[in-house]
């Protein structure tokens, strides 16, 4: 049995985030991420007959991607820095643990936990990702070295993990 | 102990985290990559992280957006249904995202963005006054659109980005004066809440098959289009995308100005305006004979040498008629979701009327049009039947789709005679209700007569008074009749001698002189046989979809199936004329006849043209609209 237009576009918005964050993590380049997922989702319309449910979907989805994503970094680049063959291969198995756990960021933890934020770090936070800058960038920004900025930003992403993590559980808890 | 080996576990985690989000933003040494690769080889915990890592930047990086952007977007979602059409437009969107981000990647990366309306809000919120914020790569609108279509699928997406984005971005205090202080009107309209300060141009998002006038710039997708500079649009559709977040779709031929960045001035022509969230509120149309405000809502304005009328959608708009030059009062009304207003020349007074939605193109409209040049024939069906619609000889169009089907409700979506014209399900129901079945596309629906004998039901439409002066008539639908019998199509008819028009066809198991033909009955006639003609018996194989036409010109009687001129008949009388309604599936019981002769069948896109259509004519329909 194959799948209809109807959920195949709605698999395709609904897992967009962990579509766009997979191929992310191969061509490193947010905006170059964007367009290769623009480029999947045409692919995923014209072969819309090929699926027979979501989780194939977002299998195929996924090796298509990393196809095209190692191809457009190759166009890009003559040796292109890539995460290897095998790691890939390793990562798989987590997105699909990912795709099976519907894996979102939970929308009211992660408002709690930015509010919790320091004014420093919700400052990173906004040139990071309202302004889009990154590196040398957005050390100059901030007057502080690159490797300093790098080392708040993980710390940040730590404790927001760890914030989301208590609050759901505190949530799970008292419901 | 513990104390010591947690803190070196968070400073192993501190140190990968870092090394992942300095790969992620394309940071990272070829060095750094090698160490993160081998990291994410041997340990799976780490290769855990990463994943989970990137799902959550992906998510901030969705989560920081204008709110504008977030509301519109989730309002698309509410309704599942038009999941694909969101798709569609986000695929369109990120297209021309893709061609913008191509372009700059070609400049140097030293070339500064504009700075936008965010480093305003930046500046506030970390009190910053005189700092100025250049982003590197600038954050297209269209990503937004996108982000927030996909969060917004989770409905409670948008809630997210609102929230987030409030919280990074607190509101600041109005800088400019409000909407209703600029238009000057007065009374509900000032009650609008102020609108964002402009900070760039209208950008023309999208455009299908655009006719600019003669002498004037071609303006293009991704264009900004400049203010108070009158365009002249003869033919084609654009999207406009306003700075405060109204989307207007502009439909050819048009002639319309900027006159600010939340103002439209419509000379002539037809847009479609969606205004959703707070920003967009109070954007405003104007065109010769009124103002109309928007107070967060969907609506469409059309305007002619005539007059101008405002149809709302959904929310509600204020119409201001504007005072002519005899100075008489202007007069302003608020028009909720389902109701429209009419400004004619001359006239001050705003005449409400029911909104005629499947007249005007809206956002989904737009997306089919776009698809229609890809070559899909459900879509090119869709956007011709738009264009059909306009037909100053169409009298009434009944396409039986949802956007024109309300429970028993069958609307008329001819623009001539919209709001009019509608039917009614009426006859033997439930029994032999007629139901919506998808028609001869996939995604498009039809009417099916099922009666039972003759127990039938029908769509009755109730007379009017555009059926009393016509000299020539078209009547024309695809119908997919049941193996053994049609039935009759459309009538309008009083009786067995008073015939303003009827169009039937019939199957292997009538009478022989009617067996597999089509006929034609219109006449005031002394018998009951005289008003009809039928065509050759050429059905034999017609139990699929097939369009049938019949045309009266003149005394003669032409029939046409599947855009093929079959038959030719001399009229017996001339046409015909009585006052009863039209019936759709059936014809009145009358004296000779047993019964209303039902359809059994489907019947899609039924339309009555008070002109003869040419053969030319009904082989392009026939050919645009074919499945």
């Known amino acids: 049995m194959v799948m209809d237009q109807y959920t195949i576009v709605r698999t395709l ?134 490797n300093t900025v790098y080392v708040a930003m993980s710390r940040i992403h730590r404790t927001l993990a760890q914030c989301i993590r208590r609050y759901e559980l505190t949530q799970s808890r008292s419901s | 102990m513990n104390e010591a080996a947690d803190n070196l576990i968070r400073r192993e985690d501190d140190a990968f985290i870092e090394l992942a989000l300095c790969y ?71 297209r021309e995202a893709a061609r913008r981000r191509a372009q700059e990647r070609k400049r140097e990366q030293s070339a500064s963005c504009p700075v936008d309306s965010l480093d305003d809000r930046l500046r506030l919120f970390l009190g910053e006054s005189n700092e100025s914020v250049v982003p590197v790569r600038h954050v297209v609108i269209p990503r937004a659109a996108v982000y927030a279509v996909i969060g917004g699928l989770v409905a409670t997406a948008a809630a997210l980005v609102l929230a987030v984005y409030t919280m990074l971005f607190p509101p600041e205090p109005p800088r400019s004066p409000t909407i209703a202080e600029n238009s000057g009107a007065s009374g509900p309209v000032a009650a609008i809440p102020p609108a964002a300060m402009p900070i760039s141009a209208t950008r023309l998002v999208a455009a299908v098959n655009p006719q600019w006038a003669a002498g004037q710039k071609q303006w293009q997708a991704g264009e900004q289009l400049p203010m108070h500079q009158p365009f002249e649009l003869m033919n084609g559709l654009l999207w406009l995308r306003f700075d405060n977040g109204a989307e207007v779709i502009v439909r050819g031929p048009a002639r319309f100005e900027l006159l600010s960045p939340t103002t439209l001035s419509l000379a002539s022509g037809e847009v479609f305006t969606r205004c959703e969230g707070p920003s967009a509120h109070g954007f405003i149309v104007q065109t010769p004979y009124a103002r109309i405000v928007d107070i967060g809502t969907e609506f469409g304005v059309r305007t002619d040498d005539a007059g101008t009328e405002a149809h709302v959608f959904s929310g509600r708009i204020v119409m201001t008629s504007l005072p002519d030059e005899s100075g008489v009062a202007s007069v302003t009304v608020p028009l909720d979701a389902g109701s429209a207003g009419r400004v004619t020349l001359g006239d001050p007074q705003i005449r409400t009327m029911e909104a005629a939605r499947p007249t005007f193109i809206g956002r989904n409209d737009f997306h089919t049009h776009v698809l229609a040049e890809s070559g899909s024939r459900y879509h090119r069906a869709m956007a011709f039947s738009h264009e059909l619609r306009r037909d100053p000889a169409l009298l009434a169009y009944y396409t039986f789709d949802a956007d024109s089907m309300d429970q028993d409700r069958v609307r008329n979506v001819a623009l001539t005679t919209a709001g009019r014209l509608d039917g009614i399900v009426t006859g033997a129901q439930p029994t032999a209700r007629p139901v919506v079945m998808p028609g001869r596309f996939e995604q498009s629906r039809a009417l099916n007569f099922t009666p039972i004998g003759n127990l039938a039901a029908w769509v009755e439409v109730p007379h009017d008074s555009v059926f009393e002066s016509i000299e020539e008539l078209t009547l024309m639908a695809w119908v997919r009749r049941a193996p053994h019998d049609g039935g009759t199509i459309v009538s309008k008819r009083a009786s067995d001698t008073q015939v303003s028009f009827q169009m039937s066809m019939f199957g292997p198991q009538r009478p022989l002189i009617y067996t597999n033909a089509l006929q034609f009955g219109s006449g005031n006639a002394a018998s009951v046989r005289e008003p009809f003609v039928r065509s050759d018996p050429v059905l034999e194989n017609k139990n699929n979809w097939c369009f049938v036409v019949t045309t009266y010109r003149q005394g003669i009687v032409n029939f046409y199936v599947d855009g093929e001129l079959i038959t030719t008949r001399k009229a017996p009388l001339p046409l015909g004329f009585c006052d009863s309604p039209i019936r759709i599936g059936a014809a009145p019981t009358t004296l000779r006849t047993s019964g209303p002769d039902p359809f059994q069948g489907s019947i899609d896109e ?22």
């Open chain 1, 13 to 146: 918005l609904r897992d967009r985030t962990r579509l766009l964050a997979y191929i992310w993590t191969i061509v490193h380049d947010e905006h170059l991420a964007e367009d290769i997922y623009q480029e999947l989702s045409e692919l995923v319309l014209r072969k819309q007959d090929h699926f027979q449910d979501e989780a194939h979907l977002l299998r195929w989805a996924r090796r298509a991607a990393r196809f095209r994503a190692i191809r457009a970094l190759r166009q890009r680049h003559s040796a292109p820095m890539l995460l290897s063959d095998e790691t890939l291969d390793l990562l798989e198995s987590h997105w699909n643990d990912a795709d099976a756990q519907r894996q979102q960021m939970p929308i009211d933890a992660l408002c709690h936990c930015l509010s919790k934020l320091s004014p420093y770090a919700r400052r990173i936070i906004t040139f990071r990702y309202v302004h889009n800058l990154t590196g040398d960038s957005l050390a100059q920004k901030l007057r502080r070295s690159r």
């Open chain 2, 606 to 627: 039924l339309a009555i043209f008070n002109r003869a259509l040419s053969p030319e004519e009904i082989q392009t329909i026939y050919q645009a609209t074919r499945p």
């Open chain 2, 24 to 94: 992620l933003d394309n940071e990272a040494t070829r060095e750094q990559i090698e160490q993160l690769d081998q990291v994410l080889k041997e340990s799976p915990v780490h290769r855990q992280q990463f994943v989970t890592l990137a799902i959550q930047a992906q998510c901030m990086a969705e989560a920081v957006r204008p709110p504008a952007e977030a509301q519109r977007n989730y309002g698309k979602l509410e309704n599942e249904d038009s999941c694909a059409d969101v798709l569609m437009e986000v695929l369109e969107i990120e």
